[in-house]
């Protein structure tokens, strides 16, 4: 069953690998012209004909795009990523498809020259759509890695939003803008590396303590496991976007930016900017509900199989591993400011412009743009919690009681132990199935409920429909299966045939070669 | 000297903040009462059960993990800073500078983010509802929130609270975009504090609940810092709207003593003001059904959307 | 002053705007008649703004027409109509309610765009009010096309009419008479409708609950 | 007389003597087609109970509303089940196994029910064999689809209501199906009835359920006047209607509050409380006692009504107040939204159930006991029974709000046309003598057998059944009760079909069964 599944990816990612490659190659093809140099200098001083420099930009979204994971090339990423080894998987999602945006970064913003205001449009909506659909797609994963794989493509929408907001500034020479954009959007990427590896680790130990993945299967697992639900734990609050931790900071940024997008003159980007930035909110707060239900359906309530029974903590190792990369997105959350200043370089040579250097003092704010328009101390903020909460448990614990007693649980006096009556990870995500669903995945139900006396079960029967693989991959597959069933007949040719048909494509190239030039 | 100064103000608005809200909780079920023909329940009520649930023991459940226990303290914590951030009788004061409105909003949702997983971890299906039916409405409220500090934030110039309590007395304007703003906040706020239309605070029935659900299990202690750190919550949502709406009144950072007594009565007035106008809605209102919330809010989020587009658009001109 | 009466007026034609996004939101027909004498009590209070600021007294009878016509006597008049016919308990949407305000806001943004460029060089009061008032047109319209019920339609009809007084008195100078031809004229359209509601009744009685069904929650 | 009474009083081995309506004693293959042909729609099920060695069905002729009571004789301990053709029987055949111990033979659901192993013994009205009370696993039933999970909600609730366990399964928010488990306030009922004297027993169907406490004393009082063959003064008859009115009308007042404060729309739950204390204040006033329990007693009433001014007042009032509260409900959109299409319940099931009271006639099942079988003062009284054909909430809360128009109209009619004259004719004496007392006179009927009665009677919630079989000297020897609820909570489970998890407080609530009514 697992093996096929594997097998089915693997085929899959084959497939889409190829394709992206193919699409990169067309890209520098047409980057290094007819002078045929592939030095980044000499592409860098060329000179691009507008139209082409477009078409590189989308052979680049679909070839970087369909390497980091963009919605609707991501198919193969939910496949092949949960498939691999955890630590591999953690390398996947956290650092391979990073370098795709680096080669999106590098050819776009670097190499492709001015870009025009359009490509701005183009990213930040397959942006958007990327990060909402990645995300409504995790909520309803069973199985706990593909939810992670499925919450990087939402990931990746949110770095490209950036990515499209930095190319709307940068068209427009809106270079500070275009700066912050950039910057933050390379800093997100950088966190989402360290959380998405630290999640994967925690599935992984989830995996290697228990050896079930779905998460319907898991539960109470905080008791068995609790170092790595500590550590998972915090994993779900960096990416969910909450303060103090590093998501959030990268994530303000880019809202930081989107505030800046009235000064653009173009129309379409007037509409589309508070547009992406409506989904880039709905992302992170759908990515909230997404880690609430990861987290408290796999490590809280009570355990839904003999396996989450018996589960117990990996080694001491693996959990070290999981607590310097905590560390690391701590750091980055309370004192971003030498992290962004580290990336003003890089913004310098893309946009040729800077976020203003970020001081030490007052607070250790960081300031996107002014310190008049907004600011955020995350060590403040960060200071502030934990005096809070250490005042009030001091004053709770001298002042009150401090007896506790252990009771069953209250439950509405019928405290029955049996693991079916606790949510499930499928009932916690159906009212956004519900609200989203219709929109999204088709979902259509069916219900028998026997009449009251008759004892057969009733029955509840749920269709959800991946309208991306419906709509682009099937009519592919169909059209593919169509053309390979009419070459089919070249198998049974005679030799002087084949050499006929090889000597044709050559003259045909041979053609195309000369035209060219 | 004035570093001092400045945090001693910082210090009496928090303080402030925590003494008020459960007062203001005693309010609202008083004018409640009232407007339902009861005597309701003295003002000071709150309070007593506060004083009352601290002092007994606190029940845990068997399986009740860590989590649970460190929550509400989490959970208070967090509200209460974010409360302690907007600026209630006086505007720029010295740590505001800490977390703009979109921080605030985060803030709230760790809040959030904890009650749902405690509202999870003992295990009970109302438990789950709990935790279900909030993070379904907060995927629609938080952005719809940080729509409206969008549309805010393009009328002022900042995300900073101070800022823009600042800049709206001093161009007092009256704008769509910020009518629209003001209505969405409105929905937004009756969403996250369990009033009304979309959860009831005085219910009994546990399959309707969403914000008592989630806390159906805690008791003692833990049930008294979460309530009042709901409390805060309310606090915090009115004040937050006055800061924005109706800012007059607010004492500057630089006042006086007087200044600052003057800010307090106005603000103090305005919590009074805009519970009673809340506690008024809800009495000539129903409870909506669970999948009729998300277009309420919905809703929100669209006014929120408009806003901004209205103001992208006029800035053409 | 300048400032503030043409931020006045924007804001009463954006209430507009609101009062009508509250329409598209309604799914009772009673909720939908009180969200439509609103929509006409804001429409009053923005001609008879209007009257002030452009010290048109002529206008202020407009307003009173808005007043007393449409945001007290047809209401009031459908209400009856409305519970005789006994349909008051149906739910009334044709798509999802989410969509169709979806739609809303993409006819406001639409709006936008045509109005604001278009009526570039009019005086800055006209400017954005016809924008807004386009808007309670195209949204008047939408309520008409998504409804089903011929209540629903009317009152969807009978706010555009608002957006189109909106309009006429946002461009200064609109004779009364066309005014209270306008009014006239929807009332006799409003009296004819009645009498066609009558008569149509009996395809009320004919509403497949089925079609309810569809509405009721737990159907995915 | 239908053709199905006619058949089964040709069929029967035996007729006892029972008022007003037969008692036939028939064999298992009558005892079978009498089930099947209730199974069929032509006859509804209106009772079911057992004493020992014999199982005894009440059944209600659809055309005139009259009843019929089938005995069949269980020497071995079993007999061919009801419940197996006609699900609404199963509740009551469980109860029976549990009581009893009598087995219905071929019964789908053999699951205790009333029994929850907390006794410490099984049948206590039967073999009497010890058991553990140790409270075994209930198994619930199945739900099959994608994850579920279960809600156990109850028996403790937070509010101020009856205990009950309801267990839903669910998707989210979506009912898969939904199964009550009752029986946490059984009282003994039966036991408490058996060989006891008459006022006690009157004093036990009193506090069957106590909301309908008019009623169940009404209808214990007519099936012992049946029994002992004694009359009742006009002016008790007139009485006993205008407490049981006053008694529906306190009550749906509060149930339309109440269900309105389900949707957290606390005002009208206000204004209705407000109604509602006033009835019975005025009931107080008048009779002594605010809910006029053990007002009503086999021969008449106890207390007499001295001034109706003070009922006079109260439906003035409530005739000037309570018009404003519908209007406030019906103009009320999002409490509209709530209650229009929530928790439908098709007039199918509602027939096949014969489920009475305004959930009946909610669904289109027109059946009043008031009309028909029907009893004194009504026939002379003018008035008609509500009827709506939704089965939603909103169709119950208006079939609720016809009948608080009814009642007070009932109410004055009978003020101004109460008979003047005593309220009791003293019951020992004419049994003593075995004379009957009647309103005309004395007349001489001698009795020297055990005899039987059986009334039903229209409480607030639906028909209230009583039956009772008498000694010479008025003691009570058995007795059975039935209440409208036990028809009605099996529908519960039906009518959340369609809606959330959310929407069952006012399903219920719309419902407003009885516990206690129910668990006996």
Known sequence: MRDAENRRAGYVYLLMASFGTLMLLLAFGLLAGPDGDYAFSAIRTAEHVPWLAGLVLVLMLLGAGSKAGLVPLHVWLPLAHPAAPSHVSALMSGVMTKVAVYGFIRVVFDLAGEPAWWWAVLVLILGAGSAVLGVLHAVLQRDLKRLLAYSTVENIGIIFIGLGLGLAFKTNNMAGAAALAVTASIFHAFNHSLFKSLLFFGAGNVLTGSGERDIEKLGGLVHRMPETAYLFLGGCLAISALPPLNGFVSEWLILQAILLSPDLPQWALRFLVPASGAMLALAAALAAACFVRAFGITFLSRPRSPAAETAHEVSRWQIRAMYSLLVVCLIAGVFPGPFLDALSPVSQMLVAGAMPKQPILPHLSIIPISESRSSYSGFLVFFFIMMASWAAIRVIHNFASRAVRRAPPWDCGFPDASPVTQYTADSFAQPIRRVFGPIAFRAKISQTMPQPGDLAPARLTLSLRDLIWELIYTPIESAVLFAAERLNILQFLTIRSYLSLVFAALVLLLVLVATWA | ?317 | MERFSLDAAHLLAGGMVLVSFMMLYQNRILGLLNVFAAHAVVLSLSVAWQAYVQSAPHLFVTAAIALILKAIIIPVALHHMVLRLGVHRDIETVGGIGPTMLMGIGLVALSMVVMLPAAAEADPIAREDLALALSVILLGLLIMVTRQNAISQIVGFMSLENGLVLAATGARGMPLVVEISVAFSVLVAFIVIGVFLFRIRERFDTIDTQALDDFREGRE | MSTLRTALLNAALTIEEQKPWPRITVDADTWRQATLAIAAGNATLSGLWAEPGAMHMAVLDDEDGALMVLTLATPDGCFPSVGLTHPPAQRLERSIVDLHGLIPEGTPDDRRWLDHDRWGVRAPLGTGASAPADGAPYPFLKAEGPPLHQIAVGPVHAGIIEPGHFRFSANGEIVVRLEERLGYVHKGIERLLTNTTLDAAAKVVARVSGDSTVAYSFAFARAAEAALGVGVPQRAIWLRALMAELERLANHLGDIGAICNDAAFALMLAHCGILREEVLRACKTAFGHRLMMDRIIPGGVISDLDDPAPIKALTTRIRQRFPRFVELYDNTASLQNRTVSTGHLSPELARRFGVGGPIGRASGRAFDARKAPGYPPYGDLDFKAAKREDGDVNARIWVRIDEVYESLELIEQIIDRLPTGPIAYPLAPALRERRVPQAGGLAHEPRDSASEGLAMIEGFRGDVLVWLRTDETGGVLRGAVRDPSVFQWPLLEAAIEGNIVADFPLCNKSFNCSYSGHDL
């Open chain 2, 1 to 317: 000297m004035g570093l001092i100064l400045a945090i001693l103000v910082q210090g009496i608005q928090m303080v402030l903040v925590l003494a008020l809200a459960p007062g203001l909780i005693g309010f609202t079920r008083k004018v409640k009462a009232r407007l339902l023909r009861r005597q309701g329940p003295s003002i000071l009520q709150p309070y007593r059960d506060l004083l009352r649930l601290v002092r007994k023991e606190a029940v845990l459940a068997d399986n009740a993990s860590w989590l649970f226990r460190n929550a509400p303290y989490l959970i208070f914590a967090t509200t209460w800073v974010a409360a302690a951030l907007v600026p209630t009788f006086a505007a720029g004061l010295h740590f505001s500078w800490a977390a703009d409105l979109i921080a605030i909003t985060a803030l709230l949702g760790s809040a959030r983010f904890f009650l749902a997983l405690a509202g999870m971890d003992i295990g009970t299906s109302f438990g789950g509802i709990g935790s279900s039916r909030e993070m379904l409405f907060a995927t629609l409220a938080e952005p719809a929130m940080i729509m409206i500090v969008f549309t805010v934030a393009l009328v002022a110039g900042s995300t900073q609270l101070s800022t823009v309590a600042e800049f709206m007395v001093d161009h007092s304007t009256l704008r769509v975009s910020l009518g629209l703003a003001l209505i969405g906040l409105i929905i937004v706020a009756l969403t996250e504090n369990a009033r009304v239309p979309v959860d009831n605070p005085a219910t009994h029935l546990e399959l309707t609940m969403v914000h008592e659900a989630m806390i159906l299990e805690y008791s003692g202690r833990h049930l008294a810092v979460i309530e009042l750190a709901a409390a805060l919550k309310l606090l915090l949502y009115i004040s937050l709207i006055a800061c924005i709406f109706a800012p007059w009144g607010m004492a500057r950072q630089d006042d006086g003593v007087l200044g600052m007594l003057v800010g307090v009565v106005t603000w103090v007035g305005k919590l009074a003001i805009g519970s009673f106008l809340m506690v008024l809605f809800e009495t000539a209102i129903a409870k909506m059904r669970v999948f009729r919330v998300p277009e309420f809010v919905g809703g929100a989020l669209m006014l929120g959307l408009l806003g901004t587009l209205l103001l992208f658009v006029s800035r053409s001109f």
